[in-house]
């Protein structure tokens, strides 16, 4: 007899496309081969190869995914059609899956939320982002707003259990209308500080022409407008103004780089700016989070932050706003560094540079806040994934006395 829990990991988007929701279904994945009594299978809508886009992304992940079919939508996702999708039905129809957990609220969710309800297994929602801003930066705040907030209101609702990685993300769910109790699952990191980091830093030293004590913040992610860069960039004006020597390394890409590129030379602060564009290699980015004083997160779209997670696993301290949703596991001055909230009496740029300019002047505080980022705001992706195990088996088990 098998006692494995089967389950079957849901997104609207995933490779060669990714983003926060991505890596976690991923990472759930890959933690549960570990795992004997769980197992995971991803599905997912059909995405075309990057290098090739007359053909299909081929997946080589170590464990199954399903694609189904899918249209084109805004900013390179895709919408996934699986109930006009035969070959997708015929495959689901012969599998057994014990619970279905749903990590974005679309399309795929609307499909397996009724599934779920007809076949009579566990669905679990997880919320990661910040729908209402997308929305209202891509169709204003009118009727196509509203539309796709009640939709995606009601795929959630459908679901049988809700999950947030943040409290803060919790809260931001409950004002969509989320009617479930809401688990607070947090996201961890794949990184883990290496045994050749000096080798690492030097490398990135050599690449870059860095000088070893010149300062090195670092953005990871994408550039996008509600990742708030603009602010960086003002903060970074600043503390050049101050006379503070600095270079800042910029790993993503995104729509809005062509208009910082702009900014930097009008700030006159191309000299002092790296673009790398995207690190798909996990050394070589922990290379730079290794060689990096400080990680700037000026966004407050953001429900967790997994680059936070992955810098505070190479003893890399981040900067942010104290009031935005990831500052919850900071301590200012502690793990971290928090710049108070904006208002009507502040200048954020100001405020931003005190913050960064102190922590590259007290080199011996910094050098214990990397400390206690590591020992504090880390969490591995093996101790999450223990934890969304022990979810699983609570609901199964529930599911199963229930029916």
């Known amino acids: 007899m098998n006692d494995k829990i089967r389950v079957l990991l849901v997104s609207d988007t995933y ?95 609307n499909f397996f939320g009724k599934y779920g309800k007809k076949h009579k297994i566990p669905t679990v929602f997880t919320f990661h982002t910040k729908f209402h801003e997308d929305f209202e930066r891509l169709l204003g705040k ?31 769910l409950r004002n969509y209308g989320c009617r479930k109790e809401i688990t607070v699952i947090r996201n961890g990191a794949d990184l883990t500080y290496p045994d050749n980091a000096p080798a690492l830093v030097a ?29 960086a960039f003002q903060a970074l004006k600043v503390i050049a103004d101050r006379g503070h020597d600095f270079k800042f390394i910029i790993i993503g890409d995104g729509p ?52 936070l997670l992955e810098a505070a696993a190479l003893k890399l301290p981040t900067v942010m706003f104290e009031n935005c949703i990831p500052a919850e596991v900071i301590t200012d001055q502690i793990n971290g560094f928090l710049v108070r909230a904006q208002n009507e009496n502040s200048n954020p740029a100001e405020d931003w540079a005190d913050k960064v300019i102190w922590a590259i002047t007290h080199k011996e505080e910094l050098a214990q806040i990397k400390e206690n980022a590591q020992k504090q705001v880390y969490k591995s992706w093996a101790s999450i994934a223990s934890e969304v195990a022990d979810f699983y088996k609570k609901i199964v088990a529930k599911y199963k006395h229930k029916t």
């Open 15 to 109: 490779y060669p496309k990714f983003d926060g929701p991505v890596l976690v279904m991923t990472h759930y994945a890959k933690n549960f081969l570990d795992m004997p009594d769980i197992e995971a299978q991803i599905a997912a809508p059909r995405a075309p190869d990057p290098d090739n886009p007359k053909a299909d992304y081929q997946d080589t992940q170590p464990f199954p995914v399903h694609r189904c079919k899918s249209w084109s939508a805004q900013e390179g996702y895709r919408m996934g059609l699986p109930n006009q999708d035969a070959g997708f039905k015929k495959w689901l129809k012969s599998e057994h899956f014990d619970l279905i957990h749903c990590h974005s609220p679309f399309t795929m969710c």
């Open 142 to 172: 009118g009727f196509r707003y509203r539309v796709m907030m009640r939709y995606i209101k009601n795929n959630i609702n459908r679901m049988d259990y809700a999950a947030a990685v943040s409290n803060g993300s919790a809260n931001v």
């Open 203 to 231: 490398e990135i030293n050599e690449k870059y022409n860095l000088k070893k004590d010149e300062n090195i913040f670092i953005s990871v992610g994408r550039i996008v407008s509600n990742k708030n860069l603009v602010l």
């Open 256 to 307: 809005e780089e062509t208009a910082l590129q702009a900014l930097s030379k009008q700030f006159g602060l191309e000299d002092k700016i790296i673009w790398t564009g995207k690190i798909m290699d996990r050394q070589i980015l922990a290379a730079h989070y290794l060689r990096a004083d400080l990680l700037l997160l000026p966004s407050m779209f953001d429900t967790s932050s997994l680059v």
